[in-house]
């Protein structure tokens, strides 16, 4: 199986600030990467697959990047929703794996 | 506006199945450009991948599981379900069901239920 790796595990910063998370896969994966934003007790939502497709609907703020093992998903200008955990998921093979995830938490 | 509702029971004994269904309403089952997916979140072991679901059946599972999951379609109900047998306290989780778009052969899943979660104990 793939492994994905995300980095840092939690994250604190403030409105308005500029934020990047960082996924890595344990071999290419090409631009075979999701990423999904999870707040408690809900399910987690789509932002951007294909590694740097933002899904419809999903502010522009959110952008991702990268390509082979390493990518990165960046929110330009924090709003007080964004707060939340993040989520990588390769989509190169079975079993689609999902990282860990990144606690964003407000500073 | 597609929504998706899992249903089954929230505690399943050791060593029974467990078995889930998930409602598909606002949409069709029946797409060229969608399967149907299950996913599981425990504290564990974070979030997993299950299996898909294509409408004509086609069928794929996470091979950690393979060999205790069935994955199944009923387009006449807009329904699809999940079957887990031989349960432990390890199959304890939040259980989603979802859709994965297929996107120029990328894979996502870009509507979720809201999940249900299913406890394993006696």
């Known amino acids: 199986d793939i492994q994905m790796t995300q980095f840092p595990i939690s994250l604190s910063a403030s409105v308005g600030d500029r934020v990047t998370f960082t996924c890595r896969a344990s071999q290419n994966i090409g631009n075979n990467l999701n990423w999904y934003q999870q707040k408690p007790g809900k399910a987690p939502k789509l932002l951007i697959y294909?590694?740097?497709s933002l899904q419809s609907g999903v502010p522009s703020r959110f952008s991702g990047s990268g390509s082979g093992t390493d990518f990165t998903l960046t929110i330009s200008s924090l709003q007080p929703e964004d707060f939340a955990t993040y989520f990588c998921q390769e989509s190169y093979s079975i079993p689609y794996t999902f990282g860990q995830g990144t606690k964003l938490e407000i500073k | 506006q597609l929504e998706l509702q899992e249903s089954g029971p929230g505690l399943v004994q050791p060593s029974e199945t467990l078995s889930l269904t998930c409602t598909v309403s606002g949409g069709s089952l029946v797409s060229t450009t969608y399967y149907w997916g299950w996913i599981r979140q425990s504290p564990g072991k974070g979030l997993e991948w299950i299996g898909s679901i294509y409408h004509s059946g086609n069928t794929y599972y996470n091979p950690s599981l393979k060999s205790r999951v069935t994955i199944s379609v009923d387009t006449s109900k807009s329904q699809f379900s999940l079957r887990l047998s031989s349960v432990t306290a390890a199959d304890t989780a939040v259980y989603y069901c979802a859709r994965a778009l297929i996107v120029n052969y990328y894979y996502c899943l870009d509507v979720w239920g809201k999940g249900t979660t299913v406890i394993v104990s006696s």
């Open positions: 294909a590694a740097s």
